[in-house]
């Protein structure tokens, strides 16, 4: 009878099993094809997602229930607008993402505030808008599992991605 | 970015959040499915989602954070007359109109817990039904006497937990039941009555 009247929708959870995402892009590079960024590590090539994850830093993190940058995420923003201007081929697509207490709802919403906090600051800061795109995956895509505040704290974040 | 959408209690139209991308600010609008003519119901830099109509389709219970944190209020159909319902300690989300027209069920948080309960459709007489470490996605029976929603369990740094189910249970509080499926349930939705 029961099951008559329910129609449930049965999803894979996803959001425990989703392992930590790898967001160190490519690996090992042939550094006589490539040139790097100044005074880093050889092996990652300029301009490249791997060197703005080393050398600049491709991520913000967010107080709860916030999408206002802090003075630590202009910071990384600072760097990320002076990095996008000396490469200027690169487009990128900034992430807002959510941690999990809070309904699917309003954290796709959250995120999207987030992402475009981030969008924003970098157009102001020059970027032309026609390179960057945004895009909220609200609680969906925890970047660390775990239901503590260290995780969570993690998992509050604007993330740049190069996108080619 | 188009999300939240619920139909009207006649299926003519649906209510959802729409996120302008030039704003990223989510405002909630009706679309009148045969016409497609889409209206404007909310107007507020706060986040503006997750809307529910009431059964006799007049009015719309929503979630906002116009106040300063997640709480629910309500509006006619037309976006008029908007007044916060939620009055407890704890932030609010994903409310949903009875059937029957006499309760709204919500999700609300309060550090450490989550909590799924209901409250006059002016917010008075508040009471929650169950709470857990996670809890989301009311849904009522179409008799406007059970809901269904789902639990999440903690989960570890190694992978583990994180296990979700989905439960049944009486508004009264009583009788609560696991839905047994296959994996892992979440988000479920109960059919309307044949």
Request: proline share 4%; aromatic share 10%.
């Amino acid at each position: 009878m029961l099951k008559k009247l329910l129609l449930l929708v049965v999803t894979g959870f996803f959001l425990a099993s989703c392992a930590a995402t790898n967001t160190q892009q490519g690996g090992d590079v042939d550094a006589a094809s490539s040139s790097t960024s100044s005074g880093s590590d050889s092996s990652i090539t300029a301009g490249t997602q791997e060197d703005l994850i080393v050398n600049v830093g491709d991520r913000v993190f967010f107080e709860f229930d916030s999408s206002e940058l802090t003075v630590d995420a202009q910071a990384t923003l600072d760097a990320q607008a002076a990095w996008l201007m000396q490469y200027a081929d690169t487009n990128i697509t900034i992430e807002g993402h959510a941690d999990e207490r809070g309904t699917r709802e309003y954290n796709l919403a959250l995120g999207d505030k987030r992402a475009f906090a981030v969008y924003s600051y970098l157009a102001q800061a020059g970027i032309d808008t026609n390179r960057m795109e945004y895009i909220s995956w609200g609680k969906e895509r925890p970047e660390v599992v775990g239901s503590d505040e260290t995780a969570y704290s993690q998992n509050r974040r604007g993330v740049t991605t190069v996108t080619n | 970015m188009t999300f939240a959408p619920r139909f009207s209690p006649d299926s003519k139209s649906v209510v959802m959040s729409f996120s302008d991308s030039k704003t990223a600010n989510s405002e909630i609008y009706s679309m009148d499915l045969n016409t497609r003519s889409i209206t404007r119901l909310t107007n507020d830099s706060g986040i503006d989602t997750s809307p529910s109509y009431s059964p006799d389709g007049e009015k719309i219970v929503f979630n906002s954070d116009r106040s300063g944190s997640p709480q629910l209020y309500i509006m006619d159909k037309d976006g008029s007359n908007i007044k916060r319902i939620s009055k407890g300690k704890g932030v609010y989300g994903n409310p949903v109109w009875s059937p029957r027209g006499d309760l709204i069920a919500f999700v609300k948080n309060r550090k450490p817990n989550f909590y799924i309960g209901v409250m006059d459709t002016n917010g008075d007489n508040e009471r929650i039904i169950v709470q857990d470490f996670a809890l989301e996605s009311p849904a009522w029976s179409p008799n406007g006497r059970y809901l269904i929603f789902y639990r999440q369990q903690k989960s570890n740094l190694d992978g583990t937990g994180g296990e979700t189910t989905i439960h049944f249970i009486d508004i009264t509080g009583y009788n609560e039941r696991i839905i047994p499926t296959p994996r892992d349930g979440s988000d479920p939705a109960w059919s309307p009555l044949l």
